[in-house]
């Protein structure tokens, strides 16, 4: 398991919010096996998909990536979750998703 992340994918971002983004969505990609099954990879799920970032192909499990860049304590209470309805109805659902926090 690299520990890095690869600052490279950041040039040109300006925004901490982008930055964090990006470099944990690629290293999550590299690095992160299913916590549910022990698969040792998860693929990225399809663009736009609600609250829905990788899915394991072997037990079909679904996780969502909440990033954050902050460098106060303040980012530990709170994690920003999109449109809120559409967060309650994936939460809720049948296939509900497991969360990777990232900070
Ligand atoms: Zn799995």
């Known amino acids: 398991m690299d520990l890095r992340f690869n600052t490279a994918l950041i040039q040109g ?18 690095n992160m096996y299913c916590p549910i099954c ?6 990225k799920a399809e663009t736009n998909a609600p609250v829905k970032d990788y899915v394991c ?16 304590d303040k980012y530990r209470t709170k994690l920003n979750d999109g449109v809120y309805s559409t967060m309650i109805d994936r939460i809720t659902s049948l296939d509900n998703p497991s969360f990777f926090l990232q900070m």
């Open 57 to 72: 192909d072997h037990c079909k499990a679904q996780y969502e990536l909440k990033s954050k860049r902050a460098t106060t």
């Open 13 to 30: 971002y300006k925004s901490p919010a982008q930055q964090a983004r990006i470099l944990t969505e690629d290293w999550l990609a590299r």
């Open 38 to 43: 022990g698969a040792v990879s998860l693929h």
